[in-house]
């Protein structure tokens, strides 16, 4: 399994983003799909994931209400739409899956298919 993300870039504080995450290399219907973001200097921390075949979300607290997963199945892609950014989002967001659901999505060490890390920076 290969993932691609991308879509990071320099926003100006209350702007938005939507990062990509393009997978390959395996039938998703039943993976769970994750991102996560890690700062400069701190450990990497979960901020959304998804069922791929339910739909099913869950949010960090810090992000819910402002980002919003999403996954196109005619395009293997899923989606992290954030908005309304603020500096404390300034991270590399990476997008990470693992070949089942799992009740601790939150957890880094549950995934073992990640993306190779995208960098949003936003301005205040």
């Known amino acids: 399994v290969q993932l691609q993300a991308s879509g990071g870039g320099l926003v100006q504080a209350g702007s938005s983003l939507r990062l990509s995450c393009a997978a390959s290399?395996?039938?998703?219907?039943?993976?769970?799909l994750g991102w996560f973001r890690q700062a400069p200097g701190k450990e990497r921390r979960f901020v959304a994931a998804?069922?791929?075949?339910?739909?099913?979300?869950t949010y960090a607290d810090s992000v819910k209400g402002r980002f919003t997963i999403s996954r196109d199945n005619t395009k293997n892609t899923v989606y992290l739409q954030m908005n309304s950014l603020n500096p404390e989002d300034t991270s590399v967001y990476y997008c990470?899956?693992?070949?089942?659901?799992?009740?601790?999505?939150?957890?880094?060490?549950?995934?073992?298919?990640w993306g190779q890390g995208t960098l949003v920076t936003v301005s205040s």
């Open positions: 998804m069922r791929w075949n339910r739909a099913r979300t």
């Open positions: 290399g395996g039938i998703f219907s039943n993976y769970a």
């Open positions: 990470a899956a693992r070949s089942s659901w799992t009740t601790n999505y939150g957890s880094a060490s549950e995934y073992n298919f």
